[in-house]
């Protein structure tokens, strides 16, 4: 039998304990452990960016982090990123005025990826948002309408704090 460690951490403001293996992936505690499945899995070599989650407010490859190395932490999931009430966030509003998914797979990743981008970059430019996304690996959309979908929700942000 694997002993177990217990990991006390953060997840969407709310404070969590669980038990795991020290090899346990920290994507297969937020999905298995948690009940958090918004948190997907796809190459689980860190290439697609479909695991993306905020750890401590920085995008992470969840499928790359051990959940030991979390302990003490906060992680936000895509869950985590509307509003209590349920009210998309900016980011999440603008993907879908926009077009910015197709099959949805990708988009827990991009979600996350993008909330980070425009807090540290409130109004990037064309090739900053290429850059910023290009962690991130979508089948379906061609980016267009993912890359209409950043700059769309940094104008929502902008409006948000009165800067429009």
């Known amino acids: 039998m694997e002993e177990t460690h217990e990991i006390v951490l953060t997840v969407n403001g709310t404070h969590r304990t669980a038990r795991a293996p ?4 920290l994507s ?3 999905r298995h452990d948690l009940g958090l499945t918004g948190t997907h899995v796809g ?14 407010g920085a995008p992470v490859r969840s499928c ?3 959940a030991v190395t979390a302990a003490g932490h906060e992680i936000t999931t895509v869950e ?5 009430d349920g009210t998309p966030s900016p980011v999440q509003r603008a993907f879908r005025e926009c077009h910015g998914l ?11 990826t993008v909330t980070a981008l425009l807090r540290d970059t409130p109004r990037p430019t064309e090739e900053q948002v ?10 379906c959309t061609g980016y267009q ?19 429009a």
Request: hydrophobic share 40%.
């Open 22 to 25: 020290a090899r346990r992936l």
């Open 28 to 30: 297969d505690l937020l």
């Open 43 to 56: 190459c689980e070599h860190g290439v697609c960016g479909c695991c993306t989650v905020l750890l401590d």
């Open 64 to 66: 790359l982090m051990l």
């Open 80 to 84: 985590g990123l509307a509003a209590p």
């Open 102 to 112: 197709q099959c949805g797979f990708c988009t827990p990743g991009f979600l996350c």
């Open 130 to 139: 290429l850059d910023g996304i290009a962690g991130n690996l979508c089948r």
């Open 145 to 163: 309408n993912i890359v209409r979908s950043v700059h769309r929700a940094a104008e929502l942000l902008s409006e948000r704090e009165g800067g």
